[in-house]
């Protein structure tokens, strides 16, 4: 069984500074896809940036890098020059790769504000 | 751009009443699902559907149906509606060059 952890329920931290939101899973899987997700108060949740388990280097996708630790089983997320619209929920999910289905388990969450 | 729509973004429902939640995507994927977020317990699989009329139980089915007659559609049914399902649905899709999913905007459920 897979297990996401995000052990930061609510951050604050000041615009135009960087964040980093923790994430941590379980998994006995050799290949697995790391997912971070953002959900704004409207509730649709966007898809920021994937870390595959094999990827060599971070992912990084504009504003957004992964800090990808395998050894400690670790994908935090690095939101650089925060800005007021990155206030939201964001989520840490894993996916098995050899699971047809793709199903996605997901963390509880970290409610991110951002102060002006 | 990908497109996930559900058909309602609140719904009120009395309990004991059968509930229908309707998912589209227009982007030709084949797998589709179900989830339902509480606070604190993030987003948990109610179920998943890999082609038309095939389906498979997620973490939480139980109190729960679906439904895939079209490719494009999937449709989550709550068969006796119970206070503790009062939540948000969210429904998804997969494609994309990274398997990545793409979701709807939500529906906010409340059974009183």
Redesign the interface.
């Known amino acids: 069984a897979q297990k996401?952890t995000?052990t930061q329920?609510g951050m604050f931290v000041q615009e135009k500074e960087a964040v980093t939101l923790d994430c941590t899973y379980d998994t006995s899987d050799q290949s697995y896809?790391l997912?971070w997700?953002k959900q704004p108060s409207?509730?649709?949740?966007?898809?920021l940036i994937?870390q595959g388990s094999y990827d060599e280097q971070n992912a990084t996708e504009g504003r957004y890098s992964l800090n990808f630790q395998k050894a400690r089983k670790s994908a935090n997320l690095v939101i650089s020059a925060s800005q007021l619209g990155d206030s939201a929920m964001y989520?840490c999910?894993m996916?098995p790769n050899h699971n047809?289905?793709?199903?996605?388990?997901?963390?509880?969450?970290t409610r991110l504000m951002v102060k002006p | 751009d990908v497109k996930v729509t559900q058909s309602s973004?609140y719904l009120v429902k009395r309990t004991g009443e059968k509930v229908f939640l309707e998912c589209v995507q227009d982007m030709d994927h084949e797998?589709m699902?179900w989830?339902r977020q509480d606070p604190?317990?993030?987003?948990?699989?109610i179920y998943?559907s890999?082609d038309v009329k095939m389906k498979?139980k997620?973490d939480i089915p139980e109190g729960y149906s679906v439904s895939r007659e079209k490719k494009e559609r999937f449709s989550l049914i709550l068969e006796s509606a119970s206070t503790n399902q009062t939540s948000?649905y969210?429904c998804?899709s997969?494609g994309?060059t990274?398997?990545?999913?793409?979701?709807?905007?939500?529906t906010?459920l409340t059974v009183t």
């Open positions: 996401i995000q329920p896809g997912f997700y409207s509730g649709e949740m966007i898809f994937y989520f999910a996916s047809a289905g793709n199903m996605l388990t997901f963390g509880g969450g | 973004r797998n699902f989830y604190g317990l993030g987003l948990r699989l998943f890999y498979e997620g948000m969210l998804a997969r994309g990274l398997d990545e999913q793409y979701f709807g905007p939500g906010r």
